[in-house]
């Protein structure tokens, strides 16, 4: 099982800051890893596919970079809105795994 | 448009079994897979397998196996999902959540709450 480490767990960020979220797999998985924004009694939503791909309507201050083992979702410009929890999630191989997430708090 | 729509809340007593619906519209049903993942109360995504719906063929992550069924009844475009020997570690919101290659669209979550 290819295991999804995030880091980090926790980020209190104020608006309009730049925020980065880690994603490391335990093994390679090329550029199949995406990642979905969580907001509280909603479900996931996709943000980013492909590592690197916005999926559509998704604003552009989300982005993704990354291939192999190691990728990174970058919000450059912190919203109120964007306040969730982030996880990113590997379809290269079965079982399909999530990583632990990572909850963004405005300050 | 495209979505998914799930099945209402369920209580169910340990020991019991429960079948959840997730019935889809809008795109050709045959042409995505549907996955099921769970979350547990303020845990993480877990994903739990999923059905090929051009043959319906499921396959299930090892930790439910033996537990879990997922069937589908492309007459009315639903997957269904039901476990057995419902356990109180079984609470949680259940999703559905189409697939080619990556999840773009979920459905809004089942909530099973098993108690006695």
């Known amino acids: 099982e290819i295991v999804l480490t995030q880091s980090p767990d926790f980020q209190s960020v104020t608006p309009k800051e730049k925020v980065t979220i880690t994603c490391r797999a335990s093994?390679?998985?090329?550029?199949?890893l995406h990642w979905y924004q969580q907001k509280p009694d909603q479900s996931p939503k996709l943000l980013i596919k492909?590592?690197?791909q916005a999926f559509s309507g998704v604003p552009s201050r989300f982005s993704g970079s990354g291939s192999g083992t190691d990728f990174t979702l970058t919000i450059s410009s912190l919203e109120a809105e964007d306040a969730a929890t982030y996880y990113c999630h590997q379809s290269s191989n079965f079982p399909f795994t999530f990583g632990g997430g990572t909850k963004v708090e405005i300050k | 448009q495209v979505q998914l729509v799930q099945s209402g809340s369920e209580l169910k007593k340990p020991g019991a079994s429960v079948k959840v619906s997730c019935k889809a519209s809008g795109y050709n049903f045959n042409s995505y897979s549907i996955h099921w993942v769970r979350q547990a109360p303020g845990q993480g995504l877990e994903w739990m397998g999923w059905?090929?719906?051009?043959?319906?063929?499921?396959a299930y992550a090892q930790d439910f196996t033996g537990r879990l069924v997922f069937s589908l009844d492309t007459s009315v475009s639903t997957t269904y999902l039901q476990i057995s020997s419902l356990k109180a570690e079984d609470t949680a919101v259940y999703y559905c959540a189409r697939e080619k290659n990556y999840m773009d669209v979920w459905g809004k979550g089942t909530t099973v709450t098993v108690s006695s």
């Open positions: 492909f590592a690197s």
């Open positions: 059905i090929n719906t051009k043959t319906g063929n499921p």
């Open positions: 093994q390679y998985i090329g550029s199949s």
